[in-house]
């Protein structure tokens, strides 16, 4: 009980302290708001980039034409070949009929196609072939026409292993600013928090002289870095929040073309809340013990 009222009371001490010492408040808050904005905006651009990467990536689709006059049995022979191939998410099978409909229907320009039979369609019936890790599109792919009556298979060759490079180099870059950025914002908030707490240099002199043990002074200023990391994460939060819901509604979840999907808002803006609280609180308490510890040699 003892230690509950003890600690109720650093918790009391520390909320006032806050207010009492309002302009140098003030200027942690304001610090740990704009580097935490800073933050949200680079994890948002960063997990849309990877999120669009991984799009792309999961649409690539293996194209495997089969031979012209092929017969249903020689079809279904095919296909539990390329059942047995590992590392295949799923196929789906086109009958070449159904492709020359499809074409037709597209667009006036193919309705020369109806004139075609079966028997003389140049279409050629075909397997689409999804895999499970990208990386492995061109090994499955020469599996794949490797397989009798495959007359030949397309995937994009080249230019699929291009964007894999590609996104791998984006992703690693975005993931390392993130990073970085949270580095230097714990920087920037433990470094303005010192500044703080040694301006009160002589609060905790009057501490020590009236009997005040070492982490009896420094509980308050860590519950201190706790309430500055929290009052600065308020405005992130809802920036993060009501401004990402109003980017993703005015855009209608995508961005300059439906190809590229924006992340959806939910449980996305939660997380992210989450992180920068995180952050804020995390940075503001380490803040303010590192101060009172080290800089003041207490």
Do not use: W
């Not at 230097?184 to 908030?189: E, H, R, S």
């Not at 808002?265 to 009172?292: D, H």
Request: charged letters at 20%.
């Amino acid at each position: 009980m003892k230690a509950f009222r003890i600690l109720s009371r650093n918790i009391r001490d520390a909320f006032k302290s806050v207010f009492r010492n309002f302009s140098l408040s003030l200027a942690s808050i304001s610090c740990i708001t704009i580097t935490l904005l800073v933050v949200s905006i680079a994890i948002i651009l960063t997990y849309n980039v990877n999120n669009f990467a991984g799009l792309v990536k999961s649409d690539v689709t293996i194209v495997a034409f089969l031979d012209q006059g092929i017969t249903d049995e020689n079809i279904d022979m095919v296909e539990q070949e390329i059942k047995k191939i590992d590392g295949i998410e799923s196929y789906t099978f086109n009958d070449k009929m159904d492709i020359m409909k499809q074409m037709m229907e597209s667009s006036d320009s193919f309705k020369i196609m109806s004139e075609y039979t079966e028997e003389d369609t140049p279409i050629q019936d075909t397997f689409l072939v999804k895999v499970v890790d990208i990386e492995e599109i061109g090994k499955i792919a020469k599996l794949i026409e490797k397989i009798r009556y495959v007359e030949s298979v397309q995937y994009g060759e080249g230019l699929v292993e291009k964007l894999i490079t590609v996104f791998d180099v984006v992703k690693n870059v975005s993931i390392g600013i993130v990073v970085a950025l949270i580095i230097v914002t714990a920087f920037l908030i433990s470094n303005t928090i010192k500044i703080t707490i040694f301006s009160r240099k002589r609060e905790i002199e009057i501490m020590r002289l009236v009997g005040a043990s070492n982490i009896n002074i420094k509980i308050p200023f860590i519950f201190e870095g706790l309430f500055l990391g929290v009052l600065g994460s308020i405005i992130p939060v809802a920036t993060t929040i009501y401004g990402y819901m109003a980017l993703y509604n005015h855009f209608d979840g995508q961005f300059l073309s439906p190809f590229i999907r924006l992340v959806k808002p939910e449980p996305f803006i939660y997380i992210i809340s989450l992180i920068l609280v995180a952050i804020g609180i995390i940075v503001g308490m380490f803040g303010s013990l590192k101060a009172v510890k080290k800089h003041l040699k207490i």
